[in-house]
C-alpha cells in the first residue's frame, strides 16, 4: 500500500486542532481542581460527607444560576479572606440545612 503524504495545510489544520484541544483539557483539570477543593472547604466546614458536599455545590450553583466553577470560586474567595457575596451566603446555608447538621460556621446567632 502506497501512502499518500499528507499537505501542509491539513498538518497545519491538525496542529491546531491538537493546540485547541490541550487548552481545553488544561482548563478541565483546572476547572475540576477548583470546584474538588471548593467541595473539601464545604465538608470540612459544613461537616458533611463528600458526596452531600457535592449536592450542596450543585445546588448552589443551580438555584443562583451561577455556573458551578464560578460557585466554586466564590467558596475559595470565601475560605481566603471571609467574602462572600450575601445571595450566596444565604444560599449555601440553605443548602447545608438541606444536606448537612449544621449551619456555615461562624455565622453570628442572629442572623441564623
Not at 491546531?16 to 478541565?28: C, F, P
Not at 450543585?58 to 479572606?81: E, F, M, P
Amino acid at each position: 500500500m502506497t501512502r499518500v503524504p499528507q499537505e501542509p495545510a491539513d498538518e497545519t489544520n491538525r496542529i491546531s486542532e491538537l493546540q485547541e484541544e490541550v487548552e481545553q483539557l488544561k482548563e478541565a483539570v483546572t476547572s475540576h481542581a477548583v470546584v474538588d477543593q471548593a467541595i473539601g472547604m464545604i465538608v470540612a466546614l459544613g461537616r458533611v460527607g463528600p458526596d452531600q458536599g457535592w449536592a450542596v455545590l450543585k445546588d448552589v450553583s443551580q438555584h443562583t444560576n451561577i455556573k458551578l466553577r464560578n460557585v466554586a470560586d466564590l467558596i475559595l474567595i470565601w475560605g481566603r479572606d471571609g467574602a462572600m457575596p450575601p445571595e450566596i451566603r444565604a444560599e449555601l446555608e440553605d443548602a447545608l440545612d438541606r444536606y448537612g447538621p449544621t449551619q456555615i460556621p461562624g455565622t453570628p446567632e442572629e442572623e441564623r
